[in-house]
């Protein structure tokens, strides 16, 4: 069975400066998905990166990067120049390409420090 | 565009009761998702709808719970009744399509407390 493995359950960071959260996976499967979803307090969970794992070239979006080792399973987010905006509960997520039950880690809570 | 709203917020209830949590998707988006998240621990799927029809409900713990979704709009999970246990997080989400291409849009979910 698939798993998702979030090490970290609380990270500080201080505003301007740059996090990574960490994710580990284990899976069988060779064709999959990674996803990293941030959930600010009350609000609704959004997509941050998501990653496909059959592209070696790892996910940007703005300030929000991926280190992505396939053969190491883990799936990493880097946040830079983090803001205080970024503070939220991120979960690391997993889903074999074929299905659609999304397979979640227990998630990271980042505060920012102003 | 409005995003996947759910109601209530937050529903405290006593042991033996029973709670409607309302899940309402993204319009157009046929696929309905419903996860929970226990205090401290992984989020987990209970349950897929396509439209008004259950494709999946490998994941909803017991027949206490019962999953709806009327005419492939709204969905509705009932408990019933409530344990302890129940006590958690429940998310619902959706997407125009089931297959991984489509983002699951998450809703804030809704905080149940069973005392």
């Known amino acids: 069975a698939q798993t998702v493995t979030q090490s970290q359950p609380e990270m500080s960071v201080q505003e301007a400066e740059t996090v990574t959260l960490s994710c580990t996976y284990d899976?069988?499967?060779?064709?999959?998905?990674l996803f990293w979803y941030k959930q600010p307090p009350s609000r609704q969970m959004i997509l941050v990166i998501r990653?496909?794992?059959?592209?070696?070239q790892n996910a940007t979006e703005n300030r929000f990067s991926v280190n992505f080792q396939k053969a190491a399973k883990s799936f990493s987010l880097k946040i830079s120049d983090s803001q205080l905006g970024d503070a939220a509960m991120y979960f690391c997520?997993?889903?074999?390409?074929?299905?659609?039950?999304?397979?979640f880690g227990t998630g990271t809570r980042l505060k920012v420090l102003a | 565009e409005a995003g996947v709203t759910q109601f209530p917020s937050h529903s405290v209830i006593e042991k033996g009761q029973t709670v409607t949590l309302r899940c309402d998707p993204i319009?157009?988006?046929?696929?309905l998702y419903w996860y929970r998240r226990v205090m401290g621990k992984e989020i987990k799927f209970l349950l897929h709808?396509?439209?008004?029809?259950?494709?999946?409900e490998s994941g909803m713990p017991n027949n206490r719970f019962l999953a709806e979704r009327t005419g492939g709009t709204y969905s509705t999970l009932k408990v019933q009744p409530a344990e302890l246990e129940d006590s958690g997080v429940y998310f619902c989400?959706?997407?125009?399509?089931?297959?991984?291409?489509?983002?699951?849009?998450f809703g804030p979910g809704t905080r149940l407390t069973v005392t």
């Open positions: 989400a959706s997407s125009l399509d089931r297959t991984l291409s489509y983002e699951q849009y």
């Open positions: 899976t069988s499967e060779s064709d999959y998905y």
């Open positions: 990653q496909e794992a059959y592209k070696q």
């Open positions: 997520a997993y889903a074999t390409s074929g299905t659609y039950k999304y397979i």
């Open positions: 319009s157009g988006h046929d696929n």
């Open positions: 709808f396509v439209k008004e029809s259950k494709q999946d």
